[in-house]
T-cell receptor, first 112, second 113 residues
């Protein structure tokens, strides 16, 4: 079993829909959580970075962390065709844990 | 603010040739990471440096792979000799300090024929 599980998709939604992307993890040492967006033939781009359980909002994006359930989510409101990309979750333990553990990525397609 | 810069963007070469990938991290970042991405295995960490010193190279697949960071603004990943199974996208990332997120370059797409 992988340390971080992420549904590979593809997830296809109509423009304007609310999108929910999720990751589960097994290592309770993970304390820092990130979401990256990766367009085709580009590098991963940091979207959200959070430490605490609960919600963190940035524009149309909301990151949610539930450490008790070892479950993180990324919500995208009013999805746009430009949101079509692969979304990768990543996580790491606290200080001294330099290496990110990535999920396999979920491919999202937002159709006009 | 320039991001992480990688070169070349694409490399096609024949099996057995030496390949050198280059990375310029973001100025002021003290950690640098090399990753490999394939469809089958996703993103895999190969090696990372802290203050130009290699800290963990356990992800380097074989002795054919080597990485150096001669100064804070430059790193190389070398494959010698290259094999078709090395074909992948290689990413470099840098980070300002511990527990801060990593910032990625746009990668080098490597094809070994």
């Amino acid at each position: 079993q992988k340390e971080v599980e992420q549904d590979p998709g593809p997830l296809s939604v109509p423009e304007g829909a609310i999108v929910s992307l999720n990751c589960t993890y097994s290592n309770s040492a993970f304390q820092y959580f990130m979401w990256y967006r990766q367009y085709s033939r580009k590098g991963p781009e940091l979207l959200m970075y959070t430490y605490s359980s609960g919600n963190k909002e940035d524009g149309r994006f909301t990151a949610q962390v539930d450490k008790s359930s070892k479950y993180i989510s990324l919500f995208i409101r009013d999805s746009q065709p430009s949101d079509s990309a692969t979304y990768l979750c990543a996580m790491t333990p606290p200080r001294g844990g330099n290496m990110l553990t990535f999920g396999g990525g979920t491919r999202l397609m937002v159709k006009p | 603010d320039a991001g992480v810069i990688q070169s070349p963007r694409h490399e096609v070469t024949e099996m057995g040739q030496e390949v050198t990938l280059r990375c310029k991290p973001i100025s002021g970042h003290n950690s640098l990471f090399w990753y490999r991405q394939t469809m089958m295995r996703g993103l895999e960490l190969l090696i990372y440096f802290n203050n130009n010193v290699p800290i963990d190279d356990s992800g380097m697949p074989e002795d054919r792979f080597s990485a150096k960071m001669p100064n804070a603004s430059f790193s190389t990943l070398k494959i010698q000799p290259s094999e078709p199974r090395d074909s992948a996208v290689y990413f470099c990332a840098s980070r300002p300090q511990d527990n801060q997120p990593q910032h990625f370059g746009d990668g080098t797409r490597l094809s070994i024929l």
